[in-house]
């Protein structure tokens, strides 16, 4: 996995293209706070062969931590102590869910920045459960869609 750093953007980037991790190392910087948070922690970029489509993944991961303090408990489990002794002790769920983020090698510079922009979108409003257009969104962002002739030619 390649992984890199700037002073406040942690990449997550499986790939061998050199173009789009640096693309998104300058998307998530121009990103609205809370966005840039969510894709940071939740979602992993991966990018594929050329003729590859643009895929949003969602996976669903449950972690139980096991903990005594019945207030954050969910549900109740008879465990062995370290002693032997047996004991009651609560277990807690923690439901994540992370977004892979699929673009294929073959992307054009000039359309990758909005793509980028596109599918973290997708992900932010599928992760809300809101109605918003993820392609309407990214304009929002300050991401123009490289098809329209703003020129009015």
């Not at 979602?43 to 207030?71: H, T, W």
């Amino acid at each position: 996995m390649n992984q890199k750093e700037t002073t406040d953007v942690e990449l997550r980037y499986i790939g061998r293209s050199s173009l789009i991790p640096q693309a998104i190392l300058d998307v998530l910087p121009r990103l609205p706070a809370n966005v840039r948070e969510f894709i940071q922690e939740q979602c992993l970029f991966v990018s594929v062969g050329e003729e590859s489509p643009y895929v949003l993944a969602e996976i669903g991961s449950e972690m139980r931590q096991r903990n005594k303090k019945a207030d954050v408990a969910r549900k109740p489990i008879y465990d062995v102590n370290e002693d032997g002794k047996p004991s009651w002790m609560t277990e807690t769920v923690i439901r994540q869910t992370f977004w892979v983020i699929t673009l294929y090698d073959g992307i054009l510079p000039e359309y990758v920045e909005y793509i980028i922009a596109c599918e973290c979108a997708h992900a932010w409003v599928k992760q809300n459960g809101l109605g918003d257009d993820p392609e309407s969104l990214a304009m929002l962002w300050g991401f123009d869609d490289p098809t329209v002739d703003r020129k009015g030619h």
